[in-house]
């Protein structure tokens, strides 16, 4: 079997779906699905700053990935846009006949221009549902009133994902959301799941020593996209309250994003700035494990995520987590996930990090419990579920759903 995939993000921009998309890919060939991916073409001064696992994600076409010519975004450097003719051109010298089914993983112009095709091939189209654009919207078009915001957001989803076969929505409560929205195309749950190279051990001291810190220093950490959208506002201002408690704690926020500057203003208010660590991107097959190694405690308190997979990266490197469950990180911060859930309150969240950083036992306890729990997360697992739905919707009659 091969499947189109079709995205308007792709590394060497870092996110979750980009992850997903390089996760999956890598295990369906396992289980005998060829995959082409189309995604843009980024320009060398984003690869130079992004984490890049290997030459074929700088941004040049590579062993099934099909680069296509890509403008800016107002007012986001990180992102591309396809161009409409480029990519349509790009589609149209694909052979047809060697497409068995196209999978949309982006609600922009990769959704359309991967409609279109499948259409005109006379294949089954099935999209994924990563972002929740309602939330999405809110924070990157502010002046909109939220409310015109909200039923703009949920009628363009509607109209989406009409337009497919089958859809996936990477947790339970994605799925809840889309069903309230009033969509009627079968939902399907499939977490991405953990590679099995995420449980490779980190070297926590190398990361200290690099970054100049203390080897006894406590460390809480935060990975992940740095924006508006991940509420680490909301953790800096936490920490604030944690260092009244544990003084020598520092606060790391690895990673890259639109929300970097407003940070670091708001570190430099709260009088923080000798105690925030700005560690950007992290190589992902090295400097990011040994990042989650060297922390005493992950945070995490975003509000959009649709999965949260960095919380079963800090698991499976036996680190403690506390976290808020909202939307997708409620169908992993399970009771058995031995993470501590706590409300969004900087008080309640503070008492739960000096909790960890001061009690040895509950420490220990809790990062065993999350490492064994993270083990049961196998992407492998999930890409053979993924290719059942697919052999499924090939053997339909054209058009048909594919109940969930």
Known sequence: MRVLFISDVYFPRVNGVSTSIRTFREDLAGEGVETLLVAPQYPAEVADVAEVADAAEVGASGPGVLRVSAAGV?????????????????????????????HIHTPFVAHYAGVRFARRAGVPCIATYHTFFE????????????????????????????????????????????????????IHVLPTGLAADRFRPGDGARFRARAGIAPQRPLVTYIGRVAHEKNIGFLVRMFAEVRARVPEALLVIAGEGPARENLRAQVAALGLAEHVYFAGYLERNSELLDCYAAADVFVFASRTETQ?????????????????AELGTRSVLLPESGALVVPEETAAFAAAVVRVLTEPALKEALGARGLTYARTWSSVAMARRLQRLYTALVNAPQGARIAA
Do not use: K, N
């Open 135 to 186: 939330e999405y919207l809110h924070h990157y078009a502010p002046l909109l009133p939220h409310g015109v915001g909200r039923f703009l957001a949920r009628l363009f989803t509607r109209s989406q994902c009409a337009q497919v076969q089958a859809l996936i929505a990477p947790s339970e409560p994605m799925r809840a959301v889309l069903t309230t929205y009033g969509v009627t195309t079968p």
């Open 308 to 324: 949260g997979l960095v919380l079963l990266e800090a698991m499976a490197q036996g680190v403690p987590v506390v976290s808020t």
């Open 74 to 102: 107002p007012g986001d450097p990180e992102d591309r846009r396809m161009r409409w003719r480029p990519l349509r051109r790009e589609l149209e010298a694909l052979r047809r006949a060697d497409i068995d089914l196209v």
